[in-house]
């Protein structure tokens, strides 16, 4: 019998990542460009040589410990808790969930990266009134979970990068978004948290 924690968050990640493909998709059908899947700009084009197979690794990982009984250290979990681990399979659901509702909000203003000749509508309610990256902070805490089921050494290092490149992308974003937007976004940025909701700020 498959170990259900993996199991669940590995069906979960391909329902979460073949919805990024077709956004992609839907996006270019209706732009008739890329939502910059490979963005044009260099540091978007090095950043994804990382994240790529990084978010390979991420998905692959859970059907690894799901199924396989002997794997290699790299892919073996130091620890299997249950008492963690189905938590943590509740977690990732409603980050999935969380994360679908987002991209609703986003619409045609959605994108996988930056384009600097590119101007998008700025969302700044839903979500986007209480954090300025939704996604990715349901998605970073979508990638602590799965520590939490599979606490692999390569699901270690997988954590570590994509934590560190959304980190990356959610300033870089926010600079291009100053310039296309003005003063009106930097004062967005006063009042809404990047990735946790500012409360003092919004009850002022």
């Not at 460009?33 to 490979?38: D, G, I, V, Y």
């Not at 399979?89 to 600097?116: E, F, Q």
């Not at 946790?196 to 002022?204: D, E, F, L, T, Y």
Request: net charge positive.
């Amino acid at each position: 019998m498959p170990y259900l924690p993996a199991l669940i968050l590995g069906l979960v990640l391909s329902v979460y990542w073949a919805r990024v493909m077709r956004l992609a998709w839907k996006i270019h059908r209706q732009a008739g460009h890329s939502p910059n899947f490979s963005p044009s700009e260099p540091i978007g084009k090095w950043l994804r040589i990382a994240w790529h197979p990084t978010v390979a690794v991420w998905i692959a990982q859970p059907y690894l410990v799901a199924f396989m009984k002997k794997l290699p250290w790299t892919f073996r979990p130091l620890i299997r808790s249950e008492a963690l681990a189905w938590p943590a399979a509740a977690v990732v659901v409603l980050a999935l969930a969380g994360t679908m509702v987002c991209w609703r909000k986003m619409g045609k203003s959605w994108r996988m990266g930056i384009n600097p000749d590119e101007k998008t509508e700025l969302i700044v309610s839903g979500p986007y009134a209480y954090v300025r990256h939704p996604i990715y902070a349901l998605s970073s805490l979508l990638m602590l979970a799965s520590v939490a089921i599979v606490p692999s050494p390569l699901m270690l290092i997988a954590c570590g990068i994509h934590l560190l490149l959304l980190q990356l992308e959610a300033r870089r974003e926010e600079k291009y978004l100053a310039i296309h937007h003005g003063p009106g976004y930097l004062e967005y940025c006063r009042r809404v948290g990047r990735f946790v909701p500012r409360w003092h700020i919004r009850s002022a």
